[in-house]
């Protein structure tokens, strides 16, 4: 069974950093490409950020220079590093592959 548990939400202010996790299990890690997605309310779900099984990385224009995303192979853990957090940021994040998507976790910055 896939799993794909995010952690690391929560309500910051505007220019403030947070570290998104997501936990993965039930999957071949290491040959998976993994993305981080975004819906905001109201709005359509948007991809922001995404890794290939070999490191490489992409980015929504809109986060390029603010968001890291990364991967661990030997933990099977995916991280987004965000910094300089502004309100339009704000939207449950959730991280996935092709097929898998996990329940989310509530990221909220305030002006």
């Known amino acids: 069974q896939v799993q794909l548990v995010e952690s690391g939400g929560g309500l910051v202010q505007a220019g403030w950093s947070l570290r998104l996790s997501c936990a993965a299990s039930?999957?071949?890690?290491?040959?998976?490409?993994f993305g981080w997605s975004r819906q905001a309310p109201g709005r359509q779900r948007e991809l922001v950020a995404s890794i290939t099984m070999s490191g490489t990385t992409d980015y929504q224009d809109s986060v390029k220079g603010r968001f890291t995303i990364s991967r661990d192979n030997a933990k099977n853990m995916v991280y987004l590093q965000m910094s300089d957090l502004k309100p339009e940021d704000t939207a449950v994040y959730y991280c996935?592959?092709?097929?898998?998507w996990g329940q989310g976790t509530q990221v909220t910055v305030s002006s």
């Open positions: 039930g999957i071949t890690f290491s040959i998976n490409a």
């Open positions: 996935g592959t092709k097929h898998y």
